[in-house]
């Protein structure tokens, strides 16, 4: 009988945890798309991908959104033939929720709104500075969901896995820095926060990531193994 008792609550448990799980996902995605939305008005450019994402919506006349969910497609299609388990709940949620919760964030703002934030750089940078620590902390909090990895995110690791010549991180550089070339000559502008993203974002990340598991996580990953 405590047996029977003991499998229900692990069972009820690993429900909850994987609901916390999608939630956290779902939340992070909308706030990673909010962010987006302001970075590309405070004009200091974007990650690597958004900035591919960008040229391609200026380059077509298509939303942000459809570009990231096109460009995405094309990444899903190898990775379902390369590495399966790369996919998940997470990697859905950045195809379809962050490209396009940034397009609803851009259309709601007003043209005041706009003018006002790029009325002076020095109100630019006031803006950058909190829009970019709700970026990190957002991306931290997907990627502590271990969800799936993003399309965009997960081919450096699969060409990593399928060569010897180069380190992971220098993989990661040269496929931020292809991104960032593309959407330049698309008509995406390059700034300041397309360098750092490129050289030192993931990194940030990812230590904010570890120290988000060990706050939120430790405990559901505790006891639902």
Do not use: E
Request: aromatic share 12%; net charge positive; proline share 1%.
């Amino acid at each position: 009988m405590n047996k029977i008792l003991k499998n229900q609550f692990n069972l009820m448990f690993k429900k909850s945890f994987l609901a916390k799980r999608i939630a956290m996902v779902l939340i992070s995605s909308v706030i990673i798309g909010f962010s987006l939305s302001l970075l590309n008005i405070v004009q200091f450019g974007t990650d690597a991908c958004s900035l591919l994402n960008l040229g391609l919506s200026n380059k077509f006349g298509i939303s942000f959104g459809t570009a990231q969910l096109l460009v995405n497609i094309i990444f899903f299609a190898f990775i379902i033939r390369s590495d399966v388990s790369q996919i998940g709940i997470g990697t859905l949620a950045n195809m379809l929720i962050v490209g396009y919760s940034m397009d609803l964030f851009t259309a709601i703002y007003s043209d005041s709104f706009v003018a006002a934030i790029q009325s002076s750089t020095a109100t630019r940078i006031a803006v950058l500075i909190p829009v970019m620590i709700i970026f990190i902390i957002a991306a931290a909090l997907y990627m502590s969901a271990d969800l799936g990895a993003g399309a965009y995110d997960a081919m450096p690791f699969i060409i990593s896995k399928k060569t010897s010549k180069f380190s992971f991180s220098t993989i990661r550089i040269l496929w931020d820095v292809a991104a960032a070339a593309i959407g330049f000559a698309l008509g995406a502008k390059i700034g300041a926060i397309t360098v750092i993203s490129s050289l030192m974002l993931g990194p940030v990340i990812q230590t904010v990531g570890r120290f988000v598991k060990a706050r939120v996580f430790s405990s559901d990953y505790h006891y639902a193994i």
